[in-house]
């Protein structure tokens, strides 16, 4: 049976455009997008998006086809214990224009006064200055010049009405991604010379917010597994998207920011608006990311390839909530019911079984994820017990198997990092002391940004480091070594 294709005759109203977002990728449309979707249907708003597409990206035909609908289909572990899958049909998305060819009108959106919200999801990249950009070019390169120029036209038309400021929220990893859009859309305004009246206009009407996102969108699904999706639905989606369960939106605002026009957090306990993103942002990195990095050495160095085969392995699944309980959530400063709620959530994450994980992909610049997510997790735990702790020592010793290649397996599974961190890893191969490596690894402070060498923690990972590579690592043994007492794993 041939399937309809879908159109915006599946849906009995549209949103108005008020919302430009730069950027149409399956990020944002099975994250922002979606919930704004949900919050339009919540509350009886009328909140639409448009999509601006940059330079050099394909072009938005297919959505454009489709009257901006599409599918996002959210699939996990839910609270339950049991695997959930639902469909919604997303009616925000109106068009999607390429800055490249449209960029007319696009100008001529940000002249309308009904447009109010700005999102933005660029990659970490897309937030930085590129010099040599003129207001005159049609378009700018980056995205901060492109914000810039349209704020621009918006005062021009509209400054001299009352509150045409934008509400700016970007999406993007970048921590403080608000604070620094502002700054960089504020350097462009001042080069280009716009006048003290449109500079002040822009510092002061135009609301930047720092967030931190949360969701893994794994985006279009492969064709056997598309077709059978669009049967279940009843129509043909070329835009279709996938997505986890989970998703979350801290909204970081501060008493002298006037709340955030979406009202999200109102209708939706996935968004939560706060004075300060930090404490989130430490239990997603400490949490979420620390727990594949303290995790992802033991994997790889038992054969267990993705994240879902290691949370039906008894052992890892055992380390990993000892690790989360004794070693990370006590030093996260949130209140322990929403650490554990949290904790939760990662775990059936993690046992997803419509996401496959690779550890080995997880152990791309391995090392540097381990300083940001758990290094400061380390050092608490020794302050507070005056002993490293025993999982995460365990977990660090890993590593260095790991970048040594000192297991089973090691050749069709080699580091992948910065060239320094790798030039480190060479000079520790020259070692053949034990003591020595360790002491030249801890003791590295372009890999840690200070020596974390103290006697406790070389002696224990050391003792660790033996233990993985003068046998064949099996998981009993896993457990029981972080079970021993110090000093050197007795």
């Known amino acids: 049976m041939t399937l309809p294709p879908l159109s915006p005759a599946h849906l009995n109203r549209r949103p108005q455009p008020r919302i430009l977002q730069f950027g149409g990728g399956n990020f944002l449309r099975g994250f922002m997008d979606w919930k704004i979707d949900r919050l339009n249907e919540a509350s009886g708003s009328d909140w639409g998006v448009v999509i601006l597409r940059s330079l050099g990206s394909t072009d938005g035909s297919a959505l454009n086809a489709q009257g901006g609908l599409y599918t996002v289909v959210s699939r996990g572990i839910g609270a339950d214990g049991t695997a959930q899958s639902h469909s919604r049909l997303v009616g925000s998305v109106l068009a999607e224009l390429s800055c490249a060819t449209d960029w007319d009108r696009v100008v001529q959106l940000a002249r309308n006064p009904m447009v109010e919200v700005i999102l933005s999801n660029t990659t970490e990249a897309g937030i930085a200055y590129v010099a040599g950009q003129r207001i005159g070019d049609a378009p700018p390169v980056s995205f901060p010049a492109k914000l810039t120029r349209l704020l621009v036209e918006r005062w021009r038309a509209l400054g001299h009405l009352a509150n045409m400021g934008w509400q700016v929220l970007p999406c993007e990893l970048t921590e403080n991604c608000g604070d620094k859009l502002r700054d960089l859309v504020l350097r462009h ?118 994240v879902g085969e290691a949370m039906a392995q008894p052992t890892l699944l055992s380390l990993l909530h000892r690790v989360l309980a004794e070693e990370i959530k006590p030093f996260v400063p949130l209140p322990q019911a929403d650490l554990d709620a949290f904790a939760d959530d990662v775990l059936r994450r993690f046992a997803n079984p419509f996401i496959q994980h690779r550890w080995y992909d997880i152990s791309l610049n391995g090392l540097a994820k381990y300083r940001d997510r758990l290094l400061g997790r380390v050092l608490a735990y020794q302050t507070r017990h005056a002993a490293p702790p025993p999982i995460l020592s365990l977990s660090l010793a890993g590593w260095l198997v790991f970048y040594l290649g000192r297991f089973d397996g090691a050749d069709a599974l080699p580091p992948r990092d910065q060239a320094p961190v790798l030039a480190l890893i060479a000079h520790l191969r020259g070692l053949s002391d034990t003591t020595a490596i360790v002491t030249a690894f801890l003791a590295d402070v372009s890999l840690w940004g200070q020596s974390i060498a103290t006697l406790d923690l070389v002696a224990t990972v050391a003792a660790d480091f033996d233990f993985l590579t003068q046998q064949p690592v099996s998981f009993a043994a896993l457990l029981a070594i972080t079970s021993n007492p110090y000093p050197a794993r007795a």
Do not use: M
């Open 189 to 306: 305004a001042t080069e280009w010379a716009v006048g003290q009246d449109c500079l002040a206009w822009i510092a002061q009407q135009t609301v930047f917010y720092n967030t931190l996102v949360d969701r893994i969108v794994t985006g279009h699904p492969a064709p056997k597994a598309l077709e059978e999706l669009e049967q279940s639905l009843g129509y043909r989606d070329p835009c279709l998207t996938t997505a986890e369960l989970f998703h979350l939106l801290v909204i970081e605002s501060p008493p002298d920011k006037p709340a955030f026009k979406l009202r999200l957090a109102e209708h939706d306990t996935g968004t939560i608006e706060v004075p300060d993103a930090a404490p989130y942002r430490l239990r997603k990195v400490a949490i979420l990311n620390g727990a594949h990095t303290a995790l992802c050495p033991f994997a790889l160095l038992c054969g267990v390839q993705t």
